[in-house]
């Protein structure tokens, strides 16, 4: 049933002066000031906060397999990456994909060879505990499409046994299906890139083979279990092998293979960022770098040299060893740190939130990226994710930064109130652009959701498309819900397909978080603010949906294997991050004096560190759901912090 949006209304946008009311639960107060001064404390001298994006070792893995490709893996490098390594395998002697899931076959093979590279024996006891599991799962055969690129890069796998991926495809016109913008915008700069890396069929060998990881049984799926899209596939990727296996002098390859691979390096270098990166993250960045050096680029020129440079920035060493960030999540931290410690109080004109969102302004994005391809009459604004990324600003983030300068409520460092209140004007006017048909928003895109992507052999790991999301949704709605220029027809659009995506058990889908909870968290806050009653009916089933996931302990937790399995929806080991999502829906439903509130926070309280943070090593973000996850090292700061400080004063947002 379809939410009646006729008599909502905004809530009024929260004041700097509400009233703080004694907490019910003790402790909460002092571990809201311990949790405040952490955060403060973690602000870097440019006004921006940013946690470690911990992902697993494919990306160490595929560092060293980079680093071999270009010439350049050094001793010291591939001893430094293959501790990181080593240390993350599993007792098992697997390599898993988030912290205490199963051991994965592809993440395993990975670290395997890279281990190899950096000089461990193949009859190493950690070598063979992993070796052992592979060939129970099926060997190197059964990996995934993007794990034996990697192989054929180094010459353990053959190119003529991948799904063929023609550069010719970037020839072809937005209108036409399967072009390049049908994907979503990390998969297509992943795309563009490896169609030029297979057209010249890159080979660097290992000095070494692995073939004690191939069960020598070809892994083939059986036409009779396959959908008629899937046959119809197998054709086409039929059809695109013999076109590949032409001779370059045959028409109309003689023309039109040149003239792809000319578009797409110029694709390829139009789109890298300032910092060196390719749309600051790990996979379309390494497949960049090897697609340029194919087209002949030296390791000394100037989009090598910028490329490497800033792999080096995205690398951490520390005490717990070398490992390299799939991503660096500056805006969208700033922004829920400003956030968090303008729940708990802080002051408008603190140091902290002046610096912090006059560093958020700076980071506006006024040109137009990608996304202009499907909505070319929107003006650009917004902000993305990361230091650099004029290309893909994402509305989530947008959402996330206007939200932030409301609720810091000052003049920002470095700028007037005038040109703070142009940039949200632009941000709002972009996002409302940015909405898709039915009245949700994707990240990244408009519109972005055609099946056919997923469809193809090449596309067998991770999300191919940005369709809308409920999470996404409900922060441009609490962002929409606190402008007095927003367009209301968008808003009551987008309210009544939050309402729809509701899930019979009371819950939300949480595509960038884990993830009923996340999801949850996120849409409740968003409808209370844009004028949904507390004791509205599907309000009230998220509620109980929450009530009855709560743990004994007081907290919440969602199992990642939760996108697999709907039995585990809502249940797993609590967390901070967790427990906080939980506990800010709760509030925003009125029910800060139930028994769950007082134990949720009781939680946090009990299991806060002295320094003011919690322990959190379980991950609670979301990249590819069933595929590649995220441990936001602040999530377990921020959250809680918005959390205990929206329940100490007394307020629902």
Same mark, same amino acid.
């Given at each position: ?445 408009? *519109? ?38 927003? *367009? ?117 309280? *009990? ?47």
């Amino acid at each position: 049933m379809a939410l009646d949006v006729s008599s909502v209304t905004p809530a009024p946008a929260p004041t700097s002066g509400e009233q703080v009311a004694p907490p019910d639960a003790p402790g909460a107060q002092d571990a809201m000031a311990r949790a405040r001064d952490h955060l403060l404390g973690l602000q870097a001298p440019a006004g921006w906060w940013k946690g470690e994006l911990e992902t697993n070792v494919t990306m160490d893995a595929e560092d060293l397999l980079l680093r071999h490709v270009l010439g350049i893996l050094d001793r010291p490098t591939a001893e430094a990456a293959a501790g990181w390594i080593r240390r993350c395998q599993r007792e098992d002697g697997t390599w898993a994909n988030f912290r205490g899931g199963p051991g994965d076959l592809s993440t395993t093979v990975e670290a395997y060879v890279a281990l190899r590279l950096a000089g461990d024996p193949d009859d190493a006891p950690h070598l063979a505990g992993a070796r052992r599991f592979i060939l129970q799962q099926g060997g190197i055969e059964a990996t995934r499409v993007f794990t034996r690129i990697w192989l054929a890069v180094v010459g353990e796998w053959s190119w003529d046994d991948l799904p063929a991926l023609p550069p010719e495809v970037t020839l072809l016109p937005p209108r036409v299906p399967l072009n390049i913008y049908d994907f979503a915008c990390w998969a297509r700069q992943t795309i563009v890139p490896l169609t030029v890396v297979a057209a010249h069929r890159l080979v660097r060998p290992l000095p070494f083979a692995v073939d004690e990881l191939f069960v020598g049984t070809p892994v083939a799926r059986a036409a009779a279990g396959m959908s008629r899209a899937d046959r119809w596939f197998a054709r086409l990727d039929r059809v695109l092998r013999a076109y590949e296996r032409l001779p370059s002098w045959v028409p109309p390859k003689l023309v039109l293979r040149p003239l792809a691979l000319r578009l797409a390096e110029q694709w390829i270098v139009r789109r890298q960022e300032a910092d060196g990166s390719w749309g600051g993250i790990q996979p379309p960045w390494v497949y960049s770098l090897l697609a340029l050096h194919v087209l002949g680029y030296p390791n000394d020129h100037p989009a090598m040299v910028a490329g490497l440079a800033g792999l080096d920035r995205f690398t951490i060493h520390d005490e717990r060893g070398r490992r390299l960030e799939a991503c660096q999540s500056p805006v969208w931290d700033t922004a829920l740190a400003v956030v968090a410690l303008a729940d708990a109080g802080v002051a408008p004109d603190h140091p902290a939130l002046l610096s912090g969102t006059g560093w958020l302004l700076d980071q506006e994005v006024t040109v137009a990226g990608d996304w202009a391809v499907r909505r070319p009459g929107v003006a650009p604004g917004g902000w993305a994710f990361e230091f650099a990324n004029v290309n893909y600003p994402d509305i989530d983030d947008t959402a996330e930064v206007v939200l932030a300068l409301r609720r810091a409520g000052a003049p920002a460092s470095g700028h007037s109130d005038r040109a703070c209140e142009a940039a949200i004007a632009r941000a709002r006017a972009w996002v409302e652009g940015m909405q898709s048909r039915g009245g949700g928003w994707a990240a990244f895109d408009a *519109d972005n959701t055609s099946t056919l992507c997923a469809a193809l052999p090449f596309c067998d790991f991770g999300e191919v498309t940005d369709p809308p999301s409920a999470d996404v949704t409900a922060h441009a709605v609490e962002m929409l819900a606190v402008e007095p220029d927003a *367009d209301r027809r968008r808003l009551d659009e987008a309210i009544t397909w939050l309402r729809a995506e509701q899930e019979p058990d009371g819950s939300w889908f949480g595509r960038w978080g884990a993830n009923h909870v996340y999801g949850t968290g996120a849409v409740v806050p968003a409808l209370v603010a844009a004028g949904v009653q507390p004791d509205h009916p599907g309000i009230a089933r998220s509620v109980a949906w929450l009530e009855r996931h709560q743990n004994d302990d007081g907290g919440w937790g969602e199992d990642l294997r939760s996108y697999d399995d709907p039995s585990m929806r809502g249940r797993g080991t609590s967390t901070a991050s967790q427990t906080a999502w939980a506990l800010l829906a709760l509030l925003a439903a009125g029910r800060r004096a139930t028994e769950a509130v007082r134990r949720a926070v009781m939680f946090l309280v *009990d299991s806060q560190r002295d320094d003011g943070t919690w322990d959190e090593e379980l991950f609670t973000g979301t990249g590819f759901p069933g595929d590649f996850y995220i441990n936001y090292h602040l999530y377990r700061l921020t959250f809680p912090l918005s959390a205990l400080g929206r329940y100490c004063r007394g307020s629902e947002r």
